[in-house]
């Protein structure tokens, strides 16, 4: 199902939103009609009813890029995804879009478009924007959590650290997808008998997601050994379109992008124009695609990186499924079965001599003869993150408390049993890892003194009974056959003025 209620069907439906559009799904906010959004917020709710929103600008949705407005669906989606994954309660969830415009020539020649049609709207005015919204929502909802979904490159990371100290925020490209990667690589690097501060990492594709990944890598690296940042950094290269990112392209490296630029002199007389000669010259345990670039990753580079590691951890995690830098079977075949795979999307398992091996981790449903996937793919990750920082009412959301979730996930690795098992754990048991993941976030918000709700339990199984009680689950009421006579004018569909006809019974 995640294939159908997520990617790849949300993109489809994304990029055709205008044309398919029935009724509204959530809070459409103008950037020219500022003044509203407090008032339009307001309509959702009291002070206590809203615990999770979602939020976009719709500037950099999956891998299709801009979307403008139709990036509401991916607030929905994503809402759809908390409560199948975490048990977040529906009613009690806000998806939103901030519409600045689209720089998206599609869009803007579209006569069907139902968003502000003309370019994006950037500077003091998109800032002033998003603070409104932010302020708003702290008004409306002091309690509710914000989760910043598919901001543009320039502006996620920026406004993740402009709110981070002030409220209980998440950006799942920026955290989320770092969280689950990182729970990947520590179940990979188990497996190969590798530590984590002797890991090579090689990133391709440094966008948003891309150096995220590397923050959390190297947040970790520090922790664990106990280095600072800036040398934890030192194993971790990132590419882009020009190449390895250099400290000599000074201004068109982003904030985020500029804490991995490496040294030109110790490159002056080496190739890293392209991922092949990073590759040879670096000799990575790890690599990493988050560059929406088909089939980048060559069967060269695969080659080359299985010449020199006995178990390459390679992961392309662009989605949807049409933008994966590799096949998993190509992968499996060019390192000839000796590299560990996890996706963004999801694929059936490899087979190399004879021997099956899990990508991602699989399940299969025999009722329909196909495989179901739990990809390395965010929704294990935020879902969990999210309730534990919705249950403890966490006045923040602290970099310790996203390690407690990584390593939450990391220990419940199928891989970690079996090396031919997957390197994350199955989506079928999605709602049980998110217990384990709130259990995990819970317990530091409550250690570092941000969980402001009352009475939390202290042992791990009362808060694990604590977490499902409150989690919600879809009973539907039995359906009881009645004559047409006997049922009220809603149940025979009618409108107008009147109760119920003669002779019902309420």
């Known amino acids: ?44 709710g009291n002070a206590e009813d809203i615990d999770y929103i979602v939020v976009t600008d719709g500037e950099e949705i999956l891998g299709i890029g801009d979307q403008g407005v139709g990036g509401i669906l991916i607030s929905v989606a994503k809402l759809v995804l908390t409560t199948l994954c975490a048990g977040i309660h529906p009613s009690r969830t806000l998806p939103a879009v901030l519409d600045c415009g689209t720089d998206n020539d599609q869009l803007l020649n579209d006569e069907l478009y139902l968003g502000v049609q003309r370019p994006r709207v950037r500077g003091k005015e998109y800032d002033d924007f998003v603070d409104t919204f932010v302020r708003s929502v702290s008004k409306l909802y002091p309690r509710s959590y914000i989760h910043f979904e598919d901001f543009g490159l320039a502006n996620a990371r920026r406004i993740l650290d402009k709110y981070r100290p002030q409220i209980t925020c998440f950006n799942d490209d920026v955290q989320g997808t770092g969280c689950i990667t990182l729970a990947a690589i520590m179940s990979g690097l188990h497996v190969s008998k590798l530590k984590l501060n002797d890991m090579r990492l ?3 594709g440094s966008g ?32 882009d379109k020009p190449g390895l990112l250099l400290k000599s392209q000074g201004d068109s490296l982003t904030m985020g992008q500029g804490s991995f630029a490496r040294d030109d002199k110790d490159w002056h007389d080496k190739e890293h124009n392209d991922l092949l000669s990073v590759i040879k010259e670096v000799k990575p345990h790890v690599l990493i695609g988050t560059s929406t670039k088909p089939k980048a990753f060559t069967e060269e580079v695969v080659k080359e990186m299985s010449k020199h590691v006995d178990r390459p951890i390679i992961l392309p995690l662009s989605n949807p499924t049409r933008l994966h830098e590799a096949d998993p079977k190509d992968i499996n075949e060019w390192s000839k079965g000796k590299a560990l795979i996890a996706t963004g999307s999801p694929f059936p398992p490899v087979e190399y001599n004879g021997r099956k091996y899990e990508v991602g981790k699989s399940s299969k449903n025999f009722l329909t003869d196909t495989w179901n996937e739990s990809e390395c793919n965010n929704s294990t990750a935020f879902p969990g993150i999210g309730l534990g920082a919705v249950l403890s009412r966490s006045r923040l959301l602290s970099d310790k408390m996203l390690v407690a979730a990584v390593k939450a996930i990391a220990a419940q690795s199928p891989a970690l049993k079996d090396p031919d098992k997957g390197l994350v754990p199955d989506v079928i048991d999605v709602r049980e890892i998110s217990v384990h993941i709130a259990k995990a976030v819970i317990k530091q918000a409550v250690e570092e ?33 009645v004559d047409k006579e006997k049922a009220s004018k809603y149940g025979r569909g009618e409108l107008g003025a009147g109760g119920v006809s003669k002779g019902a019974k309420n």
């Open 449 to 481: 003194g941000l969980a402001t709700e009352k009475d939390i339990p202290e042992g791990d199984e009362d808060l694990e009974e604590w977490i499902r009680e409150q989690m919600w689950e879809p009973r539907y009421r039995p359906l009881v056959r």
């Open 208 to 239: 948003t997601a891309g150096i995220g990944i590397a923050d959390q890598v190297r947040d970790a690296i520090a922790a664990e050994s106990g280095k600072s940042k800036e040398d934890a950094a030192k194993q971790i290269w990132c590419v």
């Open 1 to 44: 199902m995640f294939g159908i209620i997520y990617t790849p069907t949300e993109g489809e439906a994304i990029q055709n939103f205008s044309r398919l559009f029935r009724r509204p799904e959530g809070c459409f906010l103008n950037i020219f009609d500022q003044d509203r959004i407090e008032d339009n917020l307001a309509q959702w």
């Open 202 to 204: 090689v990133i391709f």
